[in-house]
Antibody, heavy 116, light 109 residues
Framework: QLQVQESGPGLVPPSETLSLTCIVSGGSISSNDYYWGWIRQPPGKGLEWIGRIQYTGNTNCNPSLKSRVTISADRSKNQFSLKLSSVTAADTAVYYC????????WGQGILVTVSS | QAVVTQEPSLTVSPGGTVTLTCGSSTGVVTSGHYPYWFQQKPGQAPRTLIYDTSNKHSWTPARFSGSLLGGKAALTLSGAQPEDEAEYYCLLYYSGARVFGGGTKLTVL
């Protein structure tokens, strides 16, 4: 059974870079069949799609976040990562990683708070 | 960026039928938008119910179905159960990017 799990700091100072990693187990990210993605949800608000990556490095991003988002994949560690630069309080959210193709496998989510 | 619209809230009686819709600011929603539907209960991660308009995952209850209806994507719940009370989100695909709708709060009452 495929599982994905987010990891990273729960507190990021304003203007810094948020960095999260999604560890994939029970399956390989090295498949042309699948994309792997990030989604976030500010407290009490709706879902926002951030972006996705295929292990080949092909990426797609939310245009509203594109200038600040970097998504990368590490085949050797079977994980993929999200970096969001110049964060503000508006970036405070629960961040989910998921297998983007069919979105059937989600992590439990990690709350990241932007605060000094 | 496109805006995806959903009803903010709907109410259905136990055992009743309700249809949630998902529209696009760019026009008619088609199968090429690969509509998804998610259910989210408080404190939980979203759970995908429908992908690519009408396909179900193994855990999707049979009472949920997806379709295209009147230029929108639609999620129909037939025979509502108390445990179906939740927030429902749709997701549409636009040339590489995806956009979520604002969500529909479904009350079973």
């Amino acid at each position: 059974q495929l599982q994905v799990q987010e990891s990273g700091p729960g507190l990021v100072p304003p203007s810094e870079t948020l960095s999260l990693t999604c560890i994939v187990s029970g399956g390989s990210i090295s498949s042309n069949d699948y994309y792997w993605g990030w989604i976030r949800q500010p407290p009490g608000k709706g879902l926002e799609w951030i972006g996705r990556i295929q292990y080949t490095g092909n990426t797609n991003c939310n245009p509203s976040l594109k200038s600040r988002v970097t998504i990368s994949a590490d085949r050797s560690k079977n994980q993929f990562s999200l970096k969001l630069s110049s964060v503000t309080a508006a970036d405070t959210a629960v961040y989910y990683c998921a297998r983007d193709t069919h979105l059937e496998y989600w992590g439990q989510g990690i709350l990241v708070t932007v605060s000094s | 960026q496109a805006v995806v619209t959903q009803e903010p809230s709907l109410t259905v009686s136990p055992g009743g039928t309700v249809t949630l819709t998902c529209g696009s600011s760019t026009g008619v929603v088609t199968s090429g938008h690969y509509p998804y539907w998610f259910q989210q209960k408080p404190g939980q991660a979203p759970r995908t119910l429908i992908y690519d308009t009408s396909n179900k995952h193994s855990w999707t209850p049979a009472r949920f179905s997806g379709s295209l209806l009147g230029g929108k994507a639609a999620l129909t719940l037939s025979g509502a159960q108390p445990e179906d009370e939740a927030e429902y989100y749709c997701l549409l695909y636009y040339s590489g990017a995806r956009v979520f709708g604002g969500g529909t709060k479904l009350t079973v009452l």
